[in-house]
């Protein structure tokens, strides 16, 4: 299965824009790139997932590589409620295989 | 929608007891996946089903475990016999299309003593 590589924590300040990296060079050119955070005792909620051009929604953008090796989750303004684990996963054959995640702190 | 509904919310049993997890995926979501939480093994895909039907449980731990969806609004996975080392959160999902987004339950942490 192909692997993502995250830095095990980040932290950033509140209000202040957070760019998540992702290493995943052994992707191939079906996989999907998704990401997903969980929150502390609640279960992962979807961010956003792209597969070759960049992708914006509500919660985040994501931005990918030409060569698609890697992958940068961006969120515009963190705030305290945007602390949280966050997981980048390569999709593949109806299946998300979570990896250890990065885990995101935002100070006030 | 209620979003994915898991019961109960918190479980604890003696080792050696049967346990059964309940899940309702929402409505018209034709995917449904249970996952496993541990510290020391992150989240795990243990089977998932389409239309009912189990496509993949390769994630099952052992014979102890089993996983059934008589309709396709209800799901049960059940641990007989339970053993300390099964207690972790286990989540549900579903979703109407994989590669899209999938909903993910509250939980439900299982303590085997």
């Known amino acids: 299965d192909a692997k993502t590589t995250q830095p095990n924590s980040m932290e950033s300040n509140e209000e202040e824009p957070v760019h998540l990296p992702c290493n995943h060079s052994?992707?191939?050119?079906?996989?999907?790139i998704h990401w997903y955070r969980q929150l502390p005792s609640q279960g992962p909620e979807y961010v956003i997932h792209?597969?070759?051009s960049n992708v914006n929604n509500r919660m985040a953008s994501l931005a990918i590589a030409e060569d698609r090796k890697s992958s940068t989750l961006i969120l515009h303004r963190a705030t305290l409620r945007d602390a949280a684990v966050y997981y980048c996963i390569l999709f593949a054959g109806n299946m998300l295989t979570f990896g250890g995640g990065t885990r995101l702190m935002v100070k006030p | 929608d209620a979003g994915v509904i898991q019961s109960p919310r918190h479980e604890v049993t003696e080792m050696g007891q049967e346990v059964t997890l309940r899940c309702k995926p929402i409505?018209?979501?034709?995917?449904l996946f249970w996952y496993r939480q541990t510290m020391m093994r992150g989240l795990e895909l243990l089977i998932y089903?389409?239309?009912?039907?189990?496509?993949?449980d390769s994630g099952m731990p052992e014979d102890r475990f089993s996983a059934k969806m008589p309709n396709a609004s209800f799901s049960t996975l059940k641990i007989q016999p339970s053993e300390p080392r099964d207690s972790a959160v286990y989540f549900c999902?579903?979703?109407?299309?994989?590669?899209?987004?999938?909903?993910f339950g509250p939980g439900t942490r299982l303590t085997v003593t």
């Open positions: 089903f389409n239309n009912n039907v189990p496509i993949d």
């Open positions: 999902a579903s979703s109407l299309v994989p590669v899209n987004e999938q909903y």
């Open positions: 409505s018209g979501h034709d995917y």
């Open positions: 792209g597969l070759t």
């Open positions: 052994t992707i191939s050119g079906t996989d999907y």
